[in-house]
């Protein structure tokens, strides 16, 4: 596609639900990756995939979160048994290749959890 | 660990007035960027530099990488209202973990 694309825009959820954060990243970009971004703060590493292996996960905030890319494409976030903390808004960014720095972002999903 | 610290984290000027933002670490990256972000948006990539010493014009902006690559700066050039935004430095060590820091909220008024 021609940019970074991520769906949901907006999640609102129960305390406790599973929710599924999607990314489609830039078509032919190798490299994806997930950030965290909370009301007022910076961007907080969470993962990153080089095609479909995730070869550092140390940034995920607990064993609730998970996440898979298919296909060298699709990425998916799954955060399990959602808690108030986990309300921040979400960005994926991919980028060409491998050690290629420069990411560029999707729009985010802004996840409130209730 | 290594951080970036963005300073100020606030700022509100006039429009018209010049302005810099810092970006600074205790640790060497191979390559720095800036980036802008609007509300509701991602942030966009404005630039990267990579050698100690660079300083690359886009426009009213002027970047700065320092020498020992551990720092950089952003000027800006008699500000405009539609600079307004979230300014964030990120660096990267050569792999993908990008670190970025929390960022430069910057207000101008018409």
């Known amino acids: 596609g021609a940019g970074v694309s991520q769906s949901p825009s907006n999640k609102v959820t129960e305390k406790g639900k599973d929710v599924e954060l999607r990314c489609d990243p830039i078509?032919?970009?190798?490299?994806l990756y997930w950030y965290r971004q909370s009301l007022g703060q910076g961007l907080e590493f969470l993962i990153y995939f080089q095609g479909n292996s995730a070869p550092d996960k140390s940034g995920l905030p607990s064993d609730r979160f998970s996440a898979e890319r298919t296909g060298g494409s699709v990425s998916t976030l799954t955060i399990q048994r959602t808690q108030q903390e986990d309300s921040a808004v979400y960005l994926c960014a991919s980028s060409l290749v491998y050690g290629y720095t420069e990411a560029f972002f999707g729009q985010g999903t802004r996840l409130t959890v209730v | 660990t290594q951080l970036l610290e963005q300073s100020p984290q606030f700022l509100s000027i006039q429009e018209g007035e010049n302005l810099t933002v810092y970006c600074n670490s205790s640790?060497?990256?191979?390559?720095l960027q800036w980036y802008r972000q609007e509300p509701g948006e991602g942030p966009v990539l404005l630039v990267t530099?990579?050698?100690?010493?660079e300083v690359k014009k886009l426009k009213r902006l002027t970047f700065q990488f320092g020498d020992a690559r551990k720092d950089s700066s952003l000027h800006i050039t008699a500000a405009q209202p539609g600079d307004t935004g979230l300014y964030l430095c990120a660096g990267g060590t050569g792999g993908f973990k990008t670190i970025f820091g929390a960022g430069t909220r910057l207000f101008v008024k018409a």
């Open positions: 530099v990579v050698t100690g010493g």
């Open positions: 078509s032919g970009h190798t490299a």
């Open positions: 640790s060497v990256f191979s390559s």
